[in-house]
């Protein structure tokens, strides 16, 4: 006798009410729970490209928890050198700051005699309606000041929280995998461990392939600003470089510091337009044959998918949504095409297969059998 009690059907809008419901209170909850999730999933991502470093140092007959603090050790000198060299880099603006100053000055005073000539705006109602605009900025400094060290003390926080996590990942690798065998014990570990394994490839693939294309965007772009003879041409090339993790347009943000700088501290304002336009060539060469070749071909997620996840990262966790998208959305991919249920979603936002050219006669359709579906046909006639 069958005990079990017979699956309820729902009619179909019932089903889509409840889909959407679902999407609805997923994208509430990740958006709620950023806080917590944004750095976990960083932590994620640098996990997968320390861990090949922490192996090699097991390998080496060297405790998994001191392999895991000389790796996080590793990543603090890195952070700190960087940081060390941006900081330098900045403080050394300070000696051009007169000359900014002097520059801006003399732009303002041609601002002001072009709407004074043009518009019929005289001097002194320009100068009243900056001071008004200066008072209210100044008025509002205090709140700029108290959301700035806020922001600046709230990202120190997620960086600790990120090595936190990483430093636990690393060390509980194995106890996170028998977990996996555990909550999904129906499924072969075989299947399990190649889903684990091919989320860390993508992963592994996709974060170095982003360091090499950001040496090469960052090598052609300082090039382009020596040749234009503009000062700092390293650190505004790989500043620009660093943006191309916001896809499509974090190259062109990256071109407003250093034309602006152009414009003020140059004699030639044309200077200003060529740094815009190594930045633009740059950008069309990165989107359209670096970044392709390179990452594209390991995160497998076609373009129309990824813009669409990178507007709905963006709602959803911000500027940190833009760098995580393609990512996250290269794991989920790995696990839609594990799942059976789940694999038209895989395929949905995967490489669009390119269409195959009309067949026009029977021999071509001939040849585009599979050979031992030809050979069984030939068999088949002899007999």
């Known amino acids: 006798m069958d005990t079990r009690s017979p699956e309820v059907q729902l009619p179909l809008y019932a089903k889509i009410t409840c889909i959407l419901l679902s999407i609805v209170i997923l994208i509430y909850g990740l958006h709620t729970l950023q806080g917590l999730l944004i750095p976990l999933v960083f932590a994620i991502l640098f996990s997968v490209l320390l861990f090949p470093l922490a192996q090699r140092l ?6 998994r928890i001191v392999a895991v603090l000389l790796c996080l050790l590793l990543t603090l000198a890195v952070i700190v050198g960087i940081l060390y060299a941006v900081s330098m880099q900045i403080s050394s603006f300070a000696e051009v700051i007169p000359q900014l100053i002097k520059r801006g000055n003399e732009y303002l005073n041609q601002i002001q005699t072009y709407a004074d000539e043009q518009f019929n705006i005289d001097r002194k109602r320009q100068i009243s309606e900056v001071r008004k605009y200066l008072n209210q900025l100044l008025s509002e400094g205090g709140t700029i000041l108290t959301s700035t060290l806020l922001a600046t003390t709230s990202t120190l926080t997620d960086v600790f929280l990120v090595l936190l996590f990483v430093f636990f990942f690393l060390l509980y690798r194995d106890f996170f995998r028998s977990f996996f065998y555990k909550a999904f014990h129906d499924t072969r570990r075989s299947k399990i461990d190649a889903v684990l394994h091919g989320i860390y490839t993508v992963v592994k693939d996709y974060l170095a392939g982003l360091v090499l294309v950001i040496l090469i965007i960052g090598t052609l772009m300082t090039v382009g600003l020596l040749i234009l003879g503009i000062d700092y041409a390293v650190f505004f ?11 499509y347009f974090g190259i062109s943000l990256g071109s ?10 140059e004699d030639n304002p044309l200077k200003a337009l060529g740094v815009i336009g190594v930045f633009l060539f740059v950008q069309t060469i990165e989107g359209n044959f670096i970044t392709p070749y390179i990452v594209g071909s390991k995160v497998s997620i076609n373009p129309l998918a990824a813009i669409i996840v990178l507007i709905l990262w963006e709602n959803v966790w911000g500027l940190a949504g833009l760098v995580l998208a393609l990512p996250v959305t290269a794991i989920l991919k790995v696990i839609f095409d594990a799942v059976e249920s789940l694999k038209p979603y895989g395929f949905l936002i995967g490489e669009a297969e390119k269409p195959r050219p009309p067949i026009k006669n029977l021999q071509q359709l001939t040849d585009q059998l599979p050979r031992r579906a030809r050979k069984v046909g030939k068999v088949e006639e002899k007999d």
């Open 58 to 63: 097991e390998n080496w007959r060297i405790p």
């Open 237 to 247: 090339g790989f500043f620009g470089a660093c943006l191309v993790l916001i896809p």
């Open 256 to 265: 407003l510091l250093p034309a602006a700088y152009a414009l003020v501290t």
